[in-house]
């Protein structure tokens, strides 16, 4: 930065807020003749005065310098857009490489650095060489710490807690994951609840039955249908019939909710709600249920693919007229080449070369591939 731009801002600002060369010396402990340096060009403040400055006259060190901060928040949103794209295709090292670029541009961004975390850690799940895996989530912490030390926004710190507890938890540190977790917000005192408790009439209206969606559409979903990973035993809670009878349950909550099957934006959700209990009903050797449950998910998966609208409404009575949404994917390919991929595990083999598999098989070829970003 030129000490031209500094010293004609220092002048502007002074004036502002008439005060006089003299009095802006006295304050801050100088000669006048210093301040008049500055402010023709020939001199600049000491690094050291900038905080005092920008206390003094009420503005960031970012106004006082002259860096424009709208160009600087479009620039590193446009970056953080890029990785985004990168990210949401699957291609998690391009990510890193344009967000790791966006740090040296930008080195006290926490947004950039709680993007990059979000790309490196999934860029070390895809990585094969262990060394390499470990130097990427070494630096997912490394990241996390400095954000955490640093940054007052909460939205970027929670991000930096949360990714930090996956991190730890994968590299066998449960203890520094659970010490993390202990550090987010309970339930209870969410923004969602403190808002409720604050706000009246539509706007409450409106923001419990937001909150009752994200329970229903995510929640819901990865307590009941997820919570069946192998204990320290090596056998799972539930056993396979009891699991089937979980996730029928989770499916007639939905239809309770969404009488009339209208799932919008948990139409995904019941798609691969129906995957998973055909294969539940592989393993029972019950293969017409099997079959019954991929002919189901597979028009749930085309409608995604090809019909979701954002703008469309919910016409059941608990959401009626609230609008879908927009949906923020993290797979690269769409739900067609998803149930496609579940479809070719060996648990099918059984019914791989019936003429109801076949034909599932060939309705969804036509819809699958990678995804778009943003569709």
Known sequence: MSTISIGTTIKRLRRERDITQEQLAEYLGITSRAVSQWECGRTAPDISQLPVLANLFEVS???????????KELRISELLKMAEKKQFSGYYAEGSAILREALREFPNSHKIMAALMSCL??????????????????????????????????????????????????????????????KMPERFVSAQALLASIYTGTKRFQLLRDELLQTVSGNL????????????????????????????????????????????????????????????????????????????????????????DPAQVYTCLLFRDMEFGEVLYHDPENECQYQLNEMNQPVFDPVRDTAEFIAIVEALKPYAGEREHGK
């Open 221 to 308: 979903y990865h307590e009941m249908c997820f919570n069946n990973r192998r204990l320290e035993n090596g056998c799972t809670p539930y056993s396979n019939q009891e699991y089937l009878a979980i996730l029928k349950k989770y499916l007639a909550i939905l239809d309770i909710i969404f009488e009339d099957q209208n799932y919008g934006f948990c139409t995904q959700l019941v798609s691969r709600t129906q995957l998973s209990m055909a294969w539940c009903y592989m393993q029972e050797k019950q293969y017409t249920m099997a079959v019954s449950c991929l002919q189901a998910a597979q028009k749930l998966s085309i409608w995604w693919d090809t019909a979701y």
């Open 61 to 71: 060190a970012d106004v006082l310098l002259g860096i424009d901060i709208t160009q």
């Open 121 to 182: 850690f999934r860029e070390a799940d895809e990585e094969e060489n262990k060394d390499q895996q470990k130097q990427l989530r070494q630096e997912v912490i490394s990241l996390g710490e400095e954000i955490l030390s640093a940054s007052t926004d909460d939205e970027v710190r929670y991000s930096a807690i949360q990714l930090l507890c996956y991190t730890y938890s994968k590299t066998g540190e449960a203890e520094k994951a659970a010490a993390f977790a202990k």
